[in-house]
């Protein structure tokens, strides 16, 4: 038995040794992505649930090796996060998403809000509201196109004092959104402490509706929550006509997902929206 415990630990250690290999690989791989300029955006139109127009787009960054395949946000976001390197690629994603929205602008195609994540690590950087206030100026997006997505997650464990740095940045017009809302347990206090503009309920709560009843009424609870304290409501990641229209029923404002589009490239995204209007 100690022989195999000793045989065991040898093991780990070689897997320790690779895991930290192939993660100090994947981080010099972004710091060269974000030089090499390999980053780009997709934008998933979101829509008015009652009339189906376009009022929004979502910017979902995806990562294009030189030579390789596309890369999914959920295999490199974490890393970035871990090592900082967040910082300087959500810098190059407002200001790509708020340049792309500013030229869809003046290409006159009819105004509708930019949404952007935010990760934690960047939002407590000490001049998080400067530098979206340089980017907002220096791209020329009037700032009430721009909406800030904050998982629901950050909005309860960072201070308040973290998301205050957000008050003179609505004070601008910039717009606020709880992402992935429900899947936190928060005191609700920060929704009207923070003047948060929209609640876009989480992925899994869409996923089984309107057939399981539990997530039927916690989508309903959300929805009349939002309704009384007079936040837009976004649903996203619906997939299917059934969703969509019990979403619109329960009065549900906008709606994102596969089942109108998936995120797409800037050019799709120009043909689709000219098409739809
Ligand atoms: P998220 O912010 O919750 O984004 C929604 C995710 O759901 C996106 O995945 C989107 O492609 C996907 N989705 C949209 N509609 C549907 C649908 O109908 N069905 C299903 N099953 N999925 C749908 P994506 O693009 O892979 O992004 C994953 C996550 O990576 C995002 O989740 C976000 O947390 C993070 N992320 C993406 N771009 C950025 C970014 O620029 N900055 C930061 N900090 N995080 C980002
Ligand atoms: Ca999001
Ligand atoms: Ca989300």
């Not at 992505?33 to 780009?40: G, Y």
């Not at 934008?43 to 294009?64: D, S």
């Not at 998301?163 to 928060?186: C, E, I, M």
Request: aromatic share 10%; hydrophobic share 40%.
């Amino acid at each position: 038995a100690k022989a195999l415990g000793r045989n065991k630990c040898w093991f780990y250690t070689k897997e320790l040794k690779g895991a930290l290999k192939r993660k100090l690989a994947i981080e010099q791989a972004l710091r060269i992505a974000l030089e090499q300029d390999e980053f780009i955006l997709h934008y998933q139109p979101q829509y008015r649930a009652c009339t189906k127009e376009l009022v929004g787009a979502e910017a979902l960054i995806r990562w294009q090796p030189r030579n390789g395949s596309l890369v999914s946000p959920a295999d490199f976001i974490p890393l970035a996060e871990e090592t900082g390197l967040i910082v300087p690629i959500g810098d190059w994603v407002l200001r790509t998403a708020c340049s792309q929205a500013a030229e869809w602008l003046r290409q006159g195609f009819p105004p509708f809000q930019i949404s952007v994540n935010v990760s934690p690590r960047q939002l407590v950087e000490a001049d998080f509201a400067d530098r979206v206030r340089t980017i907002l100026r220096e791209t020329g997006l009037p700032p009430q196109y721009l909406m800030l997505e904050i998982t629901e997650g950050v909005a309860i464990r960072e201070e308040m004092e973290t998301l205050a740095k957000l008050l003179p940045l609505k004070q601008q017009g910039v717009q606020v959104a709880v992402d992935d809302f429900g899947t936190g347990y928060s005191s609700l206090s920060y929704l009207t402490a923070v003047q948060v503009d929209s609640l876009k309920i989480a992925q899994m709560f869409i996923k089984d509706i309107p057939g399981s009843g539990g997530q039927a009424a916690i989508v309903k609870a959300i929805v009349a929550m939002a309704g009384s304290l007079k936040l837009n409501v976004i649903a996203e990641g619906v997939e299917t006509e059934e969703q969509y229209e019990f979403l619109r029923s329960q009065g549900c404002h906008w709606i994102q997902g596969y089942y109108f589009a998936k995120p797409i490239a800037a050019e799709e995204f120009e043909q689709l929206h000219g098409n739809r209007q």
